[in-house]
């Protein structure tokens, strides 16, 4: 009998910033290993459903991370991994580093920077494929202070990552209008505390949303 840990392993790679990180381990370590962000939540759950899969998850998230960051160790933190599938969620600390007029956000790489990324991955891992999720913020904390910016601001990378999608044949996961639509329910910074960064509640919507987006593209299935 073929014993389960000798199937071929898929793995699963999340990139990103904080909200990706969710303070997690930097050992090997497998009770903390993916931190308590929505990461988590998905790799709990389909590592649940999928366990004759033999799935994989790895979070490479680093707080405070730009695209621009994500390029400068993408050798490292996902090349080198070998993922089947690569999710990422970046963007708000493009925007952050531009409002508050910081010296790294002088010039706005975002678009420039992220289509390196996904032409340097297609380059090299040909088989692996894309989930790009939508950057969010809710008027609250931090944006609330210069709203009509940061919302025109955000929507332009929003529009930047879904036509990215559409071209390098990814997955989008489309997120803003699930945080819009959660602010009916109860106030916006039950879901996102600062107007940026999740509760627990928030990195559950994000769970859900990216189940639903991945599941329906049949991608877990290949």
């Not at 769970?207 to 329906?216: N, P, Q, T, Y």
């Amino acid at each position: 009998m073929t014993s389960p840990n000798s199937k071929a392993k898929k793995v699963i790679l999340f990139q990103g910033d904080s909200i990706t990180d969710g303070n997690r381990g930097r050992d090997e370590d497998p009770n903390h290993i993916l931190g308590h962000s929505y990461a988590y939540i998905i790799g709990g759950k389909l590592g649940n459903e999928r366990a004759d899969q033999n799935l994989v998850f790895y979070n490479r998230g680093i707080s405070g991370d730009r695209i621009s960051d994500l390029y400068a160790r993408w050798n490292e933190d996902a090349i080198y991994l070998q993922p089947n599938v690569i999710s990422i969620l970046i963007g708000v600390n493009d925007l952050w580093r531009t409002m508050k007029g910081e010296p790294s956000g002088v010039t706005d790489r975002f678009e420039r920077a992220y289509r390196h990324v996904l032409e340097e991955t297609g380059e090299v891992l040909p088989q692996t494929k894309l989930v790009l999720c939508e950057p969010f913020i809710l008027n609250t904390g931090a944006p609330a202070e210069q709203w009509d910016e940061w919302k025109e601001r955000i929507t332009h990378y929003q529009g930047v990552v879904k036509q990215l999608a559409e071209e390098f044949n990814a997955v989008f996961v489309p997120l803003q209008e699930v945080f819009d639509t959660a602010t009916r329910r109860t106030e916006a910074a039950y879901w996102l505390w600062d107007g940026v960064h999740p509760t627990a509640a928030g990195h559950d919507l994000i769970a859900g949303e990216w189940l639903k987006s991945v599941e329906k593209s049949g991608l877990l299935s290949h």
